[in-house]
């Protein structure tokens, strides 16, 4: 449940039902985060230094980051701070930052280690890509273009469109930013479905019916190289999204897919239109991390300009987790993974023969 501190100024959720407005604290706008400090957590001297302690803890003990457990990793005085982070995350508006993480005199593997510990307080991490990856690595690989479906958005530094990832909570620790550009946009996906139903009522219910979603060449056992979901969910009367701009677009590359509808194009332009009258923009610092529940936010980001030089380039570690006990998810996800039984949360990306690393460099 959420701290009273964040109860008092948040909306109570209520049961949620298709094409009617949802009430869910989840709900705001661009301007609500701007006058509110109620989902940044900054770290203290203190809490710093219990950092620091438990990465030395692991470095003694040579365990190796996926094998790092929460037994490992105390972090008695900073935990509070962490649990009320994670209540504001789950319960309250959908995101969280935490600040302060010394990744200036960290090596990488001690940032990693760092990071890893913080967010098991949040949640299981899950794979994020064909290759296993538990820790993954945002940056420049392949430049700014996103022809090749082989490529993964967060290889280039192309601007991302609004999505939500396929996980409970995505978080990205800023090790490096960009020379220029590279700013984080995000929405709460409550306040976007809520203004589209006001408008458009008959677009709403356009978006509360499967698409047809790209899997982007990551394609599990037995499954085809897509899947359906509806954008908006519905489930146990709580809202959630499901949203991939982009995959949903580059799905129409498959021939035997049907075309899509001209209410279906103008459902996702009013989308982005939205999306845009009502993000926040966040601009990363080295030694942020910044938390999102993707099931009632979506995220996109700006171009940049990189450094020429590859140790100055933009570098944001990444991790997917999983959240059991998170809020109830409809049917359709279980097509979405490999194994899924009614229940449990977003298990990441699964293909054939996969072993689960992480990577210590981008790859």
Same mark, same amino acid.
């Given at each position: 449940?959420?701290?009273?501190? /964040?109860?008092? /100024?948040?909306?109570?959720?209520?049961?949620?039902?298709?094409?009617?407005?949802?009430?869910?604290?989840?709900?705001?706008?661009?301007?609500?985060?701007?006058?509110?400090?109620?989902?940044?957590?900054?770290?203290?001297?203190?809490?710093?230094?219990?950092?620091?302690?438990?990465?030395?803890?692991?470095?003694?003990?040579?365990?190796?980051?996926?094998?790092?457990?929460?037994?490992?990793?105390?972090?008695?005085?900073?935990?509070?701070?962490?649990?009320?982070?994670?209540?504001?995350?789950?319960?309250?508006?959908?995101?969280?930052?935490?600040?302060?993480?010394?990744?200036?005199?960290?090596?990488?593997?001690?940032?990693?280690?760092?990071?890893?510990?913080?967010?098991?307080?949040?949640?299981?991490?899950?794979?994020?890509?064909? #290759?296993?990856?538990?820790?993954?690595?945002?940056?420049?690989?392949?430049?700014?273009?996103?022809?090749?479906?082989?490529?993964?958005?967060?290889?280039?530094?192309?601007?991302?469109?609004?999505?939500?990832?396929?996980?409970?909570?995505?978080?990205?620790?800023?090790?490096?930013?960009?020379?220029?550009?590279?700013?984080?946009?995000? /929405?709460?996906?409550?306040?976007?479905? #809520?203004?589209?139903?006001?408008?458009?009522?008959?677009?709403?219910?356009?978006?509360?019916?499967?698409?047809?979603?790209?899997?982007?060449?990551?394609?599990?056992?037995?499954?085809?190289?897509?899947?359906?979901?509806?954008?908006?969910?519905?489930?146990?009367?709580?809202?959630?999204?499901?949203?991939?701009?982009?995959?949903?677009?580059?799905?129409?590359?498959?021939?035997?897919?049907?075309?899509?509808?001209?209410?279906?194009?103008?459902?996702?332009?009013?989308?982005?239109?939205?999306?845009?009258?009502?993000?926040?923009?966040?601009?990363?610092?080295?030694?942020?991390?910044?938390?999102?529940? #993707?099931?009632?936010?979506?995220?996109?980001?700006?171009?940049?300009?990189?450094?020429?030089?590859?140790?100055?380039?933009?570098?944001?570690?990444?991790?997917?987790?999983?959240?059991?006990?998170?809020?109830?998810?409809?049917?359709?996800?279980?097509?979405?993974?490999?194994?899924?039984?009614?229940?449990?949360?977003?298990?990441?990306?699964?293909?054939?023969?996969?072993?689960?690393?992480?990577?210590?460099?981008?790859?």
């Amino acid at each position: 449940m959420l701290k009273d501190s /964040v109860r008092d /100024v948040l909306p109570a959720r209520l049961p949620a039902e298709p094409l009617k407005p949802v009430v869910d604290p989840a709900e705001w706008t661009g301007a609500d985060l701007a006058a509110s400090d109620d989902w940044k957590f900054v770290l203290t001297a203190d809490e710093i230094a219990e950092l620091d302690d438990a990465v030395a803890g692991v470095e003694a003990r040579g365990l190796q980051i996926k094998d790092i457990a929460l037994a490992d990793f105390p972090l008695p005085t900073l935990d509070p701070k962490l649990a009320r982070l994670k209540d504001q995350l789950m319960e309250g508006r959908g995101l969280g930052v935490l600040r302060g993480v010394p990744v200036d005199r960290y090596t990488i593997e001690q940032s990693a280690i760092a990071y890893w510990g913080i967010g098991l307080r949040v949640g299981t991490p899950v794979s994020q890509n064909r #290759n296993g990856h538990l820790l993954g690595h945002v940056y420049d690989l392949v430049g700014p273009s996103r022809e090749n479906p082989a490529y993964r958005a967060y290889h280039t530094s192309a601007d991302l469109g609004y999505h939500s990832d396929s996980c409970d909570v995505v978080a990205l620790l800023c090790l490096r930013k960009a020379k220029t550009g590279g700013l984080s946009k995000i /929405v709460s996906t409550v306040a976007v479905y #809520n203004e589209i139903l006001r408008r458009r009522p008959d677009l709403a219910a356009e978006l509360i019916k499967p698409w047809y979603i790209d899997r982007r060449e990551e394609i599990p056992p037995g499954k085809e190289p897509w899947f359906q979901m509806p954008v908006f969910c519905f489930a146990k009367g709580y809202f959630s999204t499901n949203w991939h701009n982009f995959y949903v677009r580059s799905a129409q590359r498959f021939a035997e897919l049907p075309r899509f509808t001209e209410a279906q194009i103008e459902a996702l332009e009013l989308l982005d239109v939205v999306a845009e009258e009502l993000r926040c923009d966040m601009a990363f610092e080295p030694g942020d991390i910044q938390f999102l529940h #993707n099931h009632v936010t979506a995220h996109g980001r700006t171009i940049y300009q990189d450094w020429p030089e590859p140790e100055r380039k933009r570098h944001l570690l990444r991790l997917w987790l999983a959240t059991p006990g998170g809020r109830p998810l409809v049917d359709d996800i279980l097509e979405r993974y490999v194994g899924l039984k009614p229940g449990q949360r977003p298990a990441g990306i699964v293909v054939e023969g996969m072993a689960l690393t992480t990577p210590l460099e981008p790859e």
